[in-house]
């Protein structure tokens, strides 16, 4: 680092830097904290039991099985599948994926009652992830039980999944809208009864990331067991909640591939990528495939027949599309936004630090970055980049008033790719041999609207 440059990289005129990144301190890395669970998570997955309730949603056994490979090749800690008790051939299909042999825990969800978990236990699942409402809204028009009745039953149905070997978590349903008080003396009873989790769910999608935060620091205070999450995305919180809960101390976040499930859906396993790498690369980095994303992500989306949404994290189809001329001095790939064609551009067309208006890597990803020329948004570094790309020469001066011509165009109307490309020849033929006196026999050459 120089002399001119301040300890965060940022160099004496305010520019951001230009030097490798990778010798940056990143200045996006959370602050240290005793609680923090930032660089220390655990992913369980959930395509399999909330992606269900998603209204598109019908997994045959083969797709469950290839999903459940693939989340468990891309390195997901726990695999959630639906209740055994849903139907038969839920049942099936959760012993099915149980005999596979994989990596990760595989996880049932089901209601707390003794016959749900005598069930679930014989399909061989890693583990049982209770559930029982307790909010006023659920005991009272749901399924009508008090919490005294409610510690009972659990720590009954607790005790018997603990004697058959298998993991147990506690869960409320609700959790944001019951009584703290209740829900504080419930999930310490459970603790003590020795769960491996508790269990926190916004199962509304009512919850702000404050309210988490503060949720889950006081059960941090209340139980010693670890805190799973479950945050739904209908006020648009789901990733923010999720990051604030690790923050406060939780140790596990419920995810879904393009967060499918009830209504708009939980926290999105890509959505969670792209907020944890930011905070903690190496740790994403060394536990999670990242290169697999999109192929998961285009499997599920195809399973329940929708499209990646556009402004989805990492993978929509212009994550990594840089427009504005200001921006375009980081192009290297260019991109045709008629065609959604995407062609590379040669690697010594890095003209500046990508990092300069790119959070994340998409190479992280096994993604590549695009800058979207063709429109009269572009800027000179832009065309410049795609004059080289094309072959050709031309000078700072010739390539701006090429430039120039290629917005007075795309002012007039949506300009494709070629539209620019042919500008961009007819000008460099009529340069000819002697390209600085030629420039207006050039330009009248250049193609009209
Ligand atoms: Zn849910």
Redesign the pocket.
């Known amino acids: 680092m120089s002399a001119t440059t301040a300890p965060n990289g940022v160099d004496v005129a305010g520019r951001h830097p230009v030097a490798d990144p990778s010798k940056v301190s990143n200045p996006y890395k959370p602050v240290g904290d005793y609680i923090s669970n930032i660089s220390n998570f655990k992913i369980i997955e959930?395509t399999l039991r909330?992606g269900e309730?998603f209204a598109n949603a019908f997994f045959d056994t083969e797709t469950k099985i290839n999903i459940a490979k693939a989340l468990d090749d891309f390195g997901v800690d726990y695999i959630e599948l639906t209740s055994p008790v849903a139907s038969e051939q839920s049942k099936k299909d959760c012993e099915a994926i149980c005999k596979l042999g994989l990596k990760a825990k595989i996880l049932t969800h089901v209601r707390c009652t003794m016959d749900d978990a005598k069930v679930a236990i014989e399909t061989g699942v890693d583990g049982l992830d209770l559930v029982i409402g307790t909010s006023h809204f659920l005991r009272e028009y749901s399924h009508g039980k008090d919490m005294a009745y409610i510690t009972r039953q659990a720590l009954e149905v607790i005790e018997f999944v603990k004697s058959k070997g298998v993991e147990v978590r506690f869960s409320s349903e609700d959790s944001f809208r019951s009584d703290l008080v209740d829900l504080l003396s419930l999930y310490k009873a459970v603790d003590k009864a020795g769960v491996n989790r508790v269990g926190i769910?916004d199962?509304v999608g009512c919850a702000t990331p404050r309210q988490v935060y503060d949720l889950v620091r006081t059960l941090r205070g209340v139980v010693s067991c670890d805190i799973e999450t479950?945050f739904?995305n209908d006020t648009g919180c789901a990733i923010a909640n999720a990051y604030c809960a690790l923050e406060a101390g939780a140790t596990h976040i419920?995810t879904s591939v393009i967060g499918i499930?009830?209504r708009n859906g939980?926290t999105t396993l890509g959505g969670l990528m792209a907020r944890m790498i930011v905070a903690d690369r190496e740790y994403v980095m060394g536990k999670y495939k990242l290169s697999k994303l999109k192929e998961i992500e285009d499997m599920v989306a195809e399973a329940v027949e929708i499209n990646i949404p556009f402004n989805n994290p990492i993978t929509g189809f212009c994550a990594f599309t840089h427009k504005a001329g200001i921006h375009a001095k980081v192009g290297i790939v260019i991109f045709d936004p008629y065609h959604f064609k995407r062609m590379p551009l040669g690697l010594a067309a890095i003209l500046q630090n990508p990092s300069t208006y790119e959070i994340i890597d998409p190479a992280d990803f096994g993604m590549t970055r695009y800058v979207h020329f063709a429109s009269r948004l572009t800027g000179w570094n832009a065309i410049k980049t795609r004059v080289s790309q094309l072959g050709l020469e031309m000078s700072d001066d010739q390539v701006k008033f090429v430039t120039a011509k290629i917005k007075a165009l795309a002012d007039v109307r949506p300009i494709a790719i070629d539209d620019a490309d042919s500008i961009i020849r007819a000008f460099h033929l009529t340069l000819g041999e002697h390209p600085e006196k030629n420039m207006d026999a050039a330009a009248a050459a250049i193609p009209t609207a």
Do not use: L, Y
């Open positions: 959930s909330e309730q769910a199962t479950h739904h419920d499930g009830e939980i």
